[in-house]
């Protein structure tokens, strides 16, 4: 099962909340503070911001030991 199979599974609905989330947060969040806020697992979280980067959609910056996902600017 690869990464397209597994984003069939996610509900639409999730992906829709995560981009809401990372486009009110300019200043990015961790993938622990996304997964809190649109209540889901950090693995769902994380497999939807993988497709996200792949698109081009969102930037990921390092500060310490954390990864902060945020929206590209429109």
């Known amino acids: 099962m690869g990464l397209?199979?597994?984003m069939e599974t996610i509900?639409?609905?999730?992906?829709?909340r995560i981009i809401d989330c990372l486009k009110k947060n300019?200043?990015?969040?961790t993938i622990a503070e996304i997964s809190k806020l649109v209540e889901t697992t950090r693995h769902?979280?994380?497999v939807?911001?993988?497709e996200l980067r792949g698109a081009n959609l969102i930037q990921i910056r390092k500060v310490g030991i954390a990864k902060l996902h945020s929206w590209r600017i429109e």
């Open 4 to 6: 397209l199979d597994k």
């Open 11 to 16: 509900p639409a609905d999730h992906k829709e």
């Open 26 to 29: 300019k200043d990015g969040l």
């Open 44 to 46: 769902t979280a994380s």
């Open 48 to 50: 939807v911001l993988a």
